[in-house]
């Protein structure tokens, strides 16, 4: 039974089963009927784990095998006709060449098993900005996490209509989960994403940065709108007044925190509320009015585990309370429940580890073990949110007035500021960086540059994004959101940081609130606007954030920023330009311009 008359989708989906071989067809309706028969079988085969259903309503736990819990970036293409399309930030293979060699792997694989046909929508159905995509799975986990993060089902369908061909076709097999094999693979001028060998939730949520980012940055490029790595957030001011934002960071930079930022004590009597439109993507697109507007094309969160807990985002915590399904966190075998470190500070005693093994969790952690893997994740519907915004299914979008980039730098930074203009916020973005942490790499202060918080998703040449970039500002003209840069890590000489962080960026996001509305001055400088240091409200943290440390968050060393824009040249040429990447003339300006005003 299929649920389109759309000639387009069903020859597609034949195609799979005469490559794929599948015992049975199913077709995802999205029905309560059909996926609770799912959620059935999954428990019965041993595949998830009903968790105590009176503290978790409607949770499973899964688990993905150990060599595959993570996005793989080295087994990650984007296959264009022209290399060059690609450009310097992909691993690019002709498609002809991919299609033949994954054909192989794709032959019979779903022998002996179910293909699920899984129609969805990216963005609210009967939005203009939403987009629609199948997916074909041999993995009832993808469908039950395709539930939660997408609109899913037949209604799916609608935004599609009989005759259009508009969608993105998406082929999933688990195949044996052999990581020699493994292979995630965006075909951008085919709308087609093809993943093979993995099980774990990016690489087979293909409607998450495959479709959401990789493929829809390239439809943004060509139809004129822009698919980005961001947050939407929304500030109600005390006048009921709301405004949205968006802001790119890089991972381990408190991307999820500010999307459900909860204001301090001040900020709450004096009436500012944070409303959460999406944790991580956004896609923008001029509305008749002329402004910017976004919709979150997720319906869900795939949020990182470890490190969520009551105080550290407590939001996020509330979001996983019922119908969510978590991946390679820790059981407590005792309360039927789930662990992670920084859940809290008593490790179950009764508990089984990510991988499955039964251990005492105080002595195995005290011994310096994890009871959950570090990128464990829960799968939780944007619905349970406390704090999601009423104009989330709003299918016009939100309109954006500022746009946020930030990194994790010690010193370089200030806290925040504005770009001059839209063309000096994109040589903002393209800037993006970061200092690796002992964690990431072993080496501890190392530059990583992450260009708008999208170098693994750019799903085309980085040079022809940032020129997009560009021509989206032409495009908006006045009406275009103003740009800033944020740094909540700098650091002082002991290596601490001193800016307090968490809900505290309130008192940033109400400076920026400010510059948009133009209430509030600005100290011109050489790299953008900075704030006037007593137009930041430190009204509570005051013993913290004393004048000296304000000077120091707010601080521009000549010397720093010589050597940073000496840096970007470097990066420009050698990392960009002279791999095949086409860096616009007028980034290299903004660079001429900065360097001349520090000089000055």
């Known amino acids: 039974m299929s649920l389109t008359n759309n000639q387009n989708v069903l020859n597609w989906v034949e195609e799979m089963v005469a490559l794929c071989k599948p015992d049975n067809v199913v077709w995802i309706d999205g029905s309560e009927e059909q996926l609770n028969a799912l959620r059935k079988e999954t428990i019965e085969t041993g595949e998830m784990i009903e968790l105590n259903q009176e503290k978790l309503p409607g949770c499973l736990y899964h688990r993905t095998n150990p060599n595959d819990v993570a996005r793989v970036e080295d087994r990650t293409f984007i296959c264009t006709r022209n290399k060059e399309d690609a450009g310097p930030t992909n691993n690019w293979c002709d498609p002809q060449e991919m299609y033949a060699k994954l054909s192989k792997l794709y032959d019979g ?152 930022l909860i204001p301090p004590e001040g900020y709450k009597k004096d009436g500012y509320e944070v409303f959460t439109v999406g944790d991580d993507i956004a896609w923008m697109k001029p509305g008749e009015d002329g402004r910017l507007y976004a919709i979150n094309p997720e319906n869900g969160f795939f949020g990182v585990a470890p490190g969520t807990n009551e105080k550290s985002n407590p939001n996020a915590l509330h979001c ?199 209430t509030v001055d600005a100290e011109e400088t050489a790299i953008g606007y900075l704030p006037k240091k007593e137009d930041i409200n430190v009204s509570g943290i005051e013993d913290e954030v004393t004048p000296e440390i304000m000077d120091k968050l707010l601080a521009v060393d000549k010397e720093l920023w010589t050597k940073e824009i000496a840096e970007m040249r470097r990066y420009y040429n050698d990392d960009i330009a002279a791999k095949g990447g086409n860096v616009p003339k007028a980034l290299y300006e903004e660079l001429d311009k900065i360097e001349a005003r520090l000089n000055k």
């Open 109 to 260: 694989v779903m022998k002996g098993r179910t293909m699920y046909v899984i129609p969805y929508s990216m963005g609210p159905i009967g939005s203009p900005l939403a987009k629609v995509g199948v997916e074909v799975t041999d993995s009832i986990y993808v469908v039950l996490n395709m539930n939660i993060m997408t609109r899913m089902g037949a209604e799916a369908f609608k935004n599609l209509g009989d005759v259009s061909n508009d969608f993105v076709r998406g082929l999933h097999s688990k195949a044996d989960v052999n990581p020699e094999e493994r292979y995630i693979v965006q075909f951008p001028e085919d709308n087609t994403i093809w993943s093979i060998n993995s099980a774990y939730g990016g690489n087979v949520l293909l409607g998450k940065k495959c479709f959401a980012l990789r493929i829809a940055s390239f439809q943004g490029k060509n139809e004129g709108w822009m698919a980005e790595h961001m947050l939407i957030l929304g500030v109600k001011k005390p006048d009921g007044e709301i405004k949205y934002i968006t802001a790119a960071f890089p991972s381990a930079c408190g991307k999820t925190n500010l999307a459900m």
């Open 320 to 518: 996983t309370m019922k119908n969510t399904i978590f991946t390679n966190v820790a059981l407590n075998n005792a309360e039927g429940t789930v662990w992670w470190e920084k859940l809290d500070k008593n490790p179950p005693v009764d508990a089984t580890e990510w991988k499955g093994a039964k251990v005492n969790g105080v002595e195995y952690t005290e011994a310096g073990n994890t009871l959950a893997h570090p990128n464990s994740r829960f799968t939780a519907p944007a619905e349970n949110c406390p704090c999601l915004s009423s104009e989330f299914n709003n299918p016009a979008g939100v309109p954006i007035s500022a746009i946020i980039f930030g990194g994790r730098r010690a010193s370089t930074t200030p806290l925040v500021y504005q770009s001059f203009d839209w063309t000096h916020g994109t040589y903002i973005g393209s800037a993006v960086s970061s200092e690796t942490t002992a964690a990431a790499t072993g080496a501890v202060g190392v530059l990583r540059h992450d260009p708008m918080a999208m170098k693994p998703f750019i799903g085309y040449n980085v040079g022809d994004y940032w020129a997009h970039w560009l021509e989206m500002g032409e495009k908006l003209g006045d009406k275009a959101p103003k740009i800033f840069n944020v740094n909540w890590f700098k650091q002082d000489e002991n290596g601490n940081f001193i800016w307090p962080g968490f809900g505290d960026n309130m008192r940033v996001l109400d400076w920026i609130i400010k510059r948009c509305e133009g």
